[in-house]
């Protein structure tokens, strides 16, 4: 078996955040991935949420949206997810994660690599 080189130095990191509508998840996930920020969007069924907020009990439909990415482009993403987010207070927490397949956590890191300008 032939030497291979060293495997990806990127650290992958998961976001995990909450929309009101499958639409406004897509289109913050558009500009996320479109901004290189995140690799993928995954934006998954809609769900029940039980929650207090401002002293109710609230009952709501929401859809939760993971975001892959890598731990360099950790803070530009946060800044950015809550910049777009239509929520006064959204959900934005950064799950663990302590590896992945290399083939994979390179083309994170590929993908969220900012872009090359060509002059």
Not at 9 to 19: C, D, H, I, S
Not at 20 to 39: I, K, Q, S, W, Y
């Amino acid at each position: 078996m032939g030497k291979q080189g060293p495997g990806p130095k990127a650290k992958p990191l998961l976001v995990y955040t909450t929309f009101g509508n499958a639409d406004d998840a897509e289109r913050v996930g558009a500009h996320l991935v479109a901004e290189r920020l995140a690799a993928c969007a995954n934006i998954l069924p809609p769900m029940r949420s039980v929650y207090e907020w401002n002293g109710e009990l609230t009952r709501e439909s929401e859809t939760a949206m993971l975001l892959k990415s890598v731990e360099a482009r950790r803070d530009a993403l946060v800044a950015r997810l809550v910049e777009l987010h239509p929520y006064e207070t959204p959900a934005v927490l950064i799950l663990p994660v302590d590896g992945g397949a290399a083939p994979f956590v390179a083309w994170l890191e590929a993908q969220t690599a900012p872009a090359r300008v060509i002059t």
